[in-house]
């Protein structure tokens, strides 16, 4: 059974930094797309970055020049490097990856989600 688990969530003044984790694990053959999403209290859930599996990004307009998505394939882990953060970052944070396993062929995958709090 495939399961992301994240880490890396905290709470960080504004100004600062925090780099999430998210791994995959499980009889997986390929992972396709990977990112994050984020939910503030009130709000919709909205994408952050995606990744491509060639590397191929996608950013939210407020989170450019900000935060970088990179990935370890030989681990199976998606990095979300947060810098300059705002209290408008704040949020639970989610990671999904989209994954083709032994078991379920093609699937999307959701991390438990990770608060990110930031706050003087």
């Known amino acids: 059974q495939v399961q992301l688990v994240e880490s890396g969530g905290g709470l960080v003044q504004p100004g600062g930094s925090l780099r999430l984790s998210c791994a995959a694990s499980g009889s997986i053959i390929t992972i396709g797309a990977m990112g994050w999403y984020r939910q503030a209290p009130g709000k919709q859930r909205e994408l952050v970055v995606s990744?491509?599996?060639?590397?191929?990004?996608n950013y939210a307009d407020s989170v450019k020049g900000r935060f970088t998505i990179s990935k370890d394939n030989a681990k199976n882990t998606v990095y979300l490097q947060m810098n300059s953060l705002k209290p408008e970052d704040a949020a639970v944070y989610y990671c999904?990856?989209?994954?083709?396993?032994?078991?379920?062929?093609?699937?999307?995958?959701w991390g438990q989600g990770t608060q990110v709090t930031v706050s003087s």
């Open positions: 990744i491509t599996s060639d590397g191929s990004t």
């Open positions: 999904y990856a989209y994954i083709d396993s032994h078991d379920v062929s093609w699937s999307a995958y």
